[in-house]
C-alpha cells in the first residue's frame, strides 16, 4: 500500500471514528438516536429559530430522570421543540387519535405512551409510572389538546396531579410560546412561525417538599396551571372548544 493511500485510510478511520463517538452521544448511545436527536436539533433551531429562556433550570445530565415534563400545548410540533432543548430522552404521552397508524413506526421508535381522551386512561398511566419508576423522564401536556386562541390557558387534567402524587417525580414546567398557527395540529411541522418560537425553563418544582407536600393531586394540577397563568400573564379559559383537539 503506498503512503498516499494509507495516510488517506488512516484519516478516514480517524474520521468515522470522531463521528461514531459523537453519534452514541445521546441517552440511547445509539448511533440512529444520534442522528435523529441532531437531526431534530438542527431542525428546531433552524426552521422555527428555537430561542431558550431559563436555560439553567434544564438538568444537564442525559439520564435526569426520574422527571416531568410540564408544557402549555400550543401546536403539535411542541414536542419536537422541547425534546431539541433537552440533553435527555422525554417520553411524550399523547392522545391516542392524534396517532395515525401509517406512522407506526415513528410512534415505537420514540416511545410514545397513548392515551385515551375517552376518560381516565389507567393503563397509560401505568405505564408512565413504570417509566419513571425506572429512572424515565415523562412528558405531558396537561391541557388535553391545543390551546386555540393562541396563549390562552386551557383547564388542566387532573391525571397530572395524579401522575405526580403517585411518583413523586419532580417537575420541570416549560412555557411553550410563537408556534406555528396551524388548521391541523401536524401542519405546524412545515409551516415556519413569523418569530422565532420560545421555550421558558421554570426552575423544577418538587411536590414532595414540606411547602407543597400537602397538596391533594388536584390542587398540583391547579398549583401548575395558576403558576402557568402567573408567568405568563395569559387569560384563562373555563372550558375547551372543539378545535382545541385538533
Do not use: K
Not at 211 to 222: P, Q, R
Amino acid at each position: 500500500m503506498s503512503p498516499a493511500i494509507s495516510i488517506l485510510a488512516t484519516s478516514l478511520w480517524i474520521l468515522w471514528a470522531i463521528l461514531a463517538h459523537l453519534l452514541i452521544r445521546n441517552p440511547r448511545a445509539e448511533p440512529l438516536a444520534g442522528l435523529v436527536f441532531f437531526v431534530v436539533r438542527r431542525y428546531a433551531r433552524w426552521f422555527h429559530r428555537l430561542r431558550i429562556q431559563g436555560a439553567e433550570n434544564i438538568p444537564p445530565s442525559m439520564h435526569a430522570g426520574p422527571l416531568i415534563v410540564v408544557c402549555n400545548h400550543t401546536a403539535g410540533v411542541d414536542p419536537v421543540l422541547v425534546q431539541a432543548a433537552a440533553p435527555f430522552e422525554i417520553t411524550w404521552m399523547m392522545a391516542r387519535d392524534m396517532m395515525p397508524a401509517a406512522l407506526n413506526p415513528i410512534w415505537e421508535f420514540v416511545g410514545v405512551i397513548p392515551v385515551s381522551r375517552a376518560g381516565a386512561d389507567m393503563t397509560a398511566a401505568r405505564a408512565a409510572l413504570r417509566h419513571l419508576a425506572r429512572g424515565g423522564i415523562i412528558g405531558i401536556y396537561p391541557e388535553g389538546g391545543i390551546e386555540r386562541p393562541a396563549r390562552t390557558v386551557l383547564p388542566f387534567q387532573p391525571g397530572i396531579g395524579l401522575l405526580i402524587r403517585r411518583s413523586a417525580a419532580p417537575v420541570l414546567q416549560v412555557i411553550i410560546d410563537g408556534a406555528p398557527q396551524t388548521p391541523t395540529a401536524w401542519g405546524s411541522l412545515f409551516q415556519r412561525a413569523t418569530h422565532p418560537v420560545t421555550l421558558r425553563f421554570l426552575p423544577i418544582r418538587d411536590y414532595t417538599s414540606p411547602d407543597l407536600a400537602h397538596l391533594s393531586a388536584t390542587a398540583v394540577a391547579n398549583n401548575l396551571r395558576e403558576r402557568l397563568i402567573r408567568e405568563t400573564g395569559w387569560p384563562s379559559a373555563r372550558d375547551r372548544a372543539p378545535e382545541t383537539l385538533r
